[in-house]
């Protein structure tokens, strides 16, 4: 089974900026599609970013683009999500997710996701 764990949430600041990591057990991970998608408390889950096995192409939700950047580094297993000028609306449960396949595309489908991860919280003060 594939595992994905994530890390680097914490409390912050508005305007501070985190960056979130997520460690894969898979090591075919450079076949793997990524995202990460949040979901805060009574809120449905909503997409973050999202990119493709090739690195060509990448996803954002309107209310991050601009503020995040999601990378990875295919030798290291490892995709990355650097969070700029947060505000306290980017409060919630983030979780990393896999696609399986060399897929050309990021989709912004939660159910085209294959693997979640347990989530890390970010929490953005006022």
């Known amino acids: 089974q594939v595992q994905l764990v994530e890390s680097g949430g914490g409390l912050v600041q508005a305007g501070d900026s985190l960056r979130l990591s997520c460690a894969t057990s898979?090591?075919?991970?450079?076949?793997?599609?990524m995202g990460w998608f949040r979901q805060a408390p009574g809120k449905e889950r909503e997409f973050v970013a999202a990119?493709?096995?090739?690195?060509?192409?990448?996803s954002y939700a309107d209310v991050v683009k601009g503020r995040f950047t999601i990378s990875r580094d295919n030798a290291k297993n490892t995709v990355f999500l650097q969070m700029n000028s947060l505000k306290p609306e980017d409060t919630a449960v983030y979780y990393c997710?896999?696609?399986?396949?060399?897929?050309?595309?990021?989709?912004?489908?939660?159910?085209?996701?294959?693997?979640w991860g347990q989530g890390t919280q970010v929490t953005v003060s006022s």
């Open positions: 997710v896999a696609r399986r396949g060399p897929f050309s595309g990021a989709t912004r489908v939660a159910a085209d996701y294959d693997y």
């Open positions: 898979e090591r075919t991970v450079t076949a793997y599609s």
């Open positions: 990119i493709s096995w090739n690195q060509y192409t990448r």
